[in-house]
Nanobody, 120 residues
Framework: QVQLVESGGGLVQPGGSLGLSCAAS????????MGWYRQAPGSQRELVAT???????KYADSVKGRFTISRDNAKNTVYLRMDNLKSEDTAVYYC??????????????WGKGTPVTVSS
């Protein structure tokens, strides 16, 4: 089985910064695209940023210039650096990874989510 474990959420004031990380573990052959999604209360889950194994990156327009996604392929870990946070960034942030397991077919996995609250 494959697990994704997120860490780093919390409370921060507007204009502040936070970093998230997500590590994939288990019977993994290769971790392909990894990414972060978020879901605010009363809203649908939305894409924040994704990064391929080769380093190609996509950001939601709302976070461009403020958030930075990166990954460490050796550690099967993806990071999200969030700067200049705004109240509208408040949400539960979920890690996603497309994983080819050691046996079987590839599929998407999700973490349990980590809350980020931006408030004064």
């Amino acid at each position: 089985q494959v697990q994704l474990v997120e860490s780093g959420g919390g409370l921060v004031q507007p204009g502040g910064s936070l970093g998230l990380s997500c590590a994939a573990s288990g019977r993994i052959f290769v971790v392909n695209t990894m990414g972060w999604y978020r879901q605010a209360p009363g809203s649908q889950r939305e894409l924040v940023a994704t990064i391929t194994r080769g380093g190609s990156i996509k950001y939601a327009d709302s976070v461009k210039g403020r958030f930075t996604i990166s990954r460490d392929n050796a550690k099967n870990t993806v990071y999200l650096r969030m700067d200049n946070l705004k109240s509208e960034d408040t949400a539960v942030y979920y890690c996603n990874a497309a994983v080819t397991p050691a046996a079987g077919y590839g599929m998407d996995y999700w973490g349990k989510g980590t809350p980020v609250t931006v408030s004064s």
